[in-house]
């Protein structure tokens, strides 16, 4: 509770303070307007007269009329000056966001462009790859093909070397008989 108190007690020093202390800086209208009141001061003398103060009056309103006047141009012509300002700076906005927009859209043709063709590249490898594959698997059938043949071809050759010493023997066996028959008869 007490803690409360005294941040509430330094917050209220701070805003005294900072009220407290002058601008920093005066602006040049009142730096003018002080000159003019020092200046009346020390020309006034000592015993200013009615007619005089009245003088000092009429011209003092005129020289306010005047000063306004052309503070009132002033404003005018900032004010004008800052619209030109805003209304150049949006039109400088407008033609910078029209290149950008631009150059979007040019960068996103690009890109079309470019994915079109890595896709017809991919298509292109792809078709190959496959072109590729079928071969390989027409070689493979192939080849099996020529495989199966050859180890047909093989047990065949087995099988007419086994004839041929069969064929062989037969002759022999045959060739005795003939002989044994022809002894028989004899």
Do not use: W
């Not at 330094?10 to 009142?30: C, G, I, V």
């Not at 594959?133 to 493979?140: D, F, H, I, P, R």
């Not at 047909?152 to 004839?163: I, R």
């Amino acid at each position: 509770m007490s803690s409360l108190y005294t941040r509430s007690k330094e917050f209220t020093r701070n805003r005294k303070s900072q009220s407290d202390s002058p601008p920093a800086s005066p602006s040049p209208t009142a730096k003018t307007l002080r000159h003019e009141r020092l200046s009346r001061l020390e020309s006034g003398g000592s015993n200013p007269t009615t007619s005089d103060s009245y003088a000092d009056r009429a011209s003092a309103r005129a020289r306010r009329e005047a000063r306004e006047a052309r503070l009132a141009s002033l404003t005018s012509r900032v004010e004008e000056d800052s619209n030109r300002d805003y209304k150049r700076l949006y039109e400088n906005a407008l033609t910078e966001n029209q290149k950008l927009k631009t150059k979007l859209q040019e960068a996103q043709l690009e890109l079309s462009d470019i994915k079109s063709k890595l896709e017809k590249m991919a298509q292109q490898k792809q078709e190959k790859t496959s072109d590729r594959s079928s071969m390989l698997e027409m070689e493979k059938r192939e080849r099996r093909a020529l495989e199966r043949k050859m180890s047909e071809m093989e047990e065949e050759m087995k099988v007419l070397t086994e004839l041929k010493s069969d064929n062989q023997r037969l002759k022999d066996e045959n060739g005795a008989l003939i002989r044994v028959i022809s002894k028989l008869s004899k």
